[in-house]
């Protein structure tokens, strides 16, 4: 059953610019166009593109505080911009640049007010609490003021408190921002574990494109307003003509191996890198490398999913 729906949903918006010393002209800037695409409970789908793409502007419209301009969209059977406060019993939000946690109070008073806002049974409180507590590593900062806390600190506190309610769906927009590898790598076990324990419906907006590899099978990416893929990231891959690197260690030094399975694009003495389509098996251009070639070592790199998506967004920009 899909969870989340969207067919053509469009936002406009209408901004003013000079023209002139005393005129200015109405101009309409579309920040989402004609997008569609079904998210099925307990999927966990990366929503990827750069800055002005209009990821914000669709997060915002899915939990009700923007209302499209055109097309269809329901969360939950529920019109988010109709009916806001009942969306939001069902969902968790969080904005990496944006807290919700109350500024002045100690991070453990934010979460009781959540706790009455929200109407949560106090057993099913303290059950949720003690677990972010605990995964999260929140001990320590409990009695902390949240204009104290570093802004790694207070992206798991706001992790925590978007779960407190058990919501049936989490958007997350940059929730790694300002942490240590550390702590990035006890957030992404946490929303995996969420993910597969809970069947919570995780959309995931992030830069940290290694967010998007450890958490996601499905991947969006979005520019100008438009849906440009939407599938397995594997096939991204695919789409953007990316290369994988066979990097090869030979017993001495040889002129640049000539293959019709991959081309080779650097060389240092005896090691030299091959590159051929990440859509293409590795093994029939290693079998063919150790008949004809004398191997000492060799390894595989996978393609870097920030160089395709910068291809993508070249291409599609006619650079």
Known sequence: MDFIELDGVEKVFDVRRKAGRLRREKHQV??????????????????????????????????????????????????????????????????????????????????????????????????????????????????????????GQRMRGDIAAALLHDPEVLYLDEPTIGLDVISKAKVRDFLRDLNTERETTVLLTTHDLTDIEQ???????????????????????EVGESERTLVVDLERELPPIVMDLARTVKIEGPRQWLAFPASQSAAPLVAALADKYPLVDLSVREPDIEAVIAKMYAERSGL
């Open 30 to 151: 579309r920040a989402v166009d004609g997008i569609s695409f079904r998210v099925p409970r307990g999927e966990m789908v990366g929503y990827i593109g750069p800055n002005g793409a209009g990821k914000s502007t669709m997060i915002k419209m899915l939990t009700g505080i923007l209302t499209p301009s055109g097309g269809r969209l329901r969360v939950a059977g529920i019109d988010p911009s109709r009916e806001r406060t009942r969306l939001a019993q069902r969902i968790g939000v969080v904005f990496g640049q944006r807290t919700t946690l109350w500024w002045d109070l100690p991070l453990k008073d934010s979460y009781r007010l959540v706790h009455r806002m929200y109407r949560i049974p106090d057993k099913r409180f303290r059950e949720n609490l003690d677990r972010c507590v605990e995964l999260l590593d929140l001990g320590e900062l409990l009695d902390v003021p949240v204009r104290q806390l570093s802004l």
């Open 215 to 237: 958490l996601c099978k499905r991947v969006m990416v979005i520019d100008h307003g438009r849906l440009m893929y939407d599938g397995a990231l594997a096939g991204l891959h």
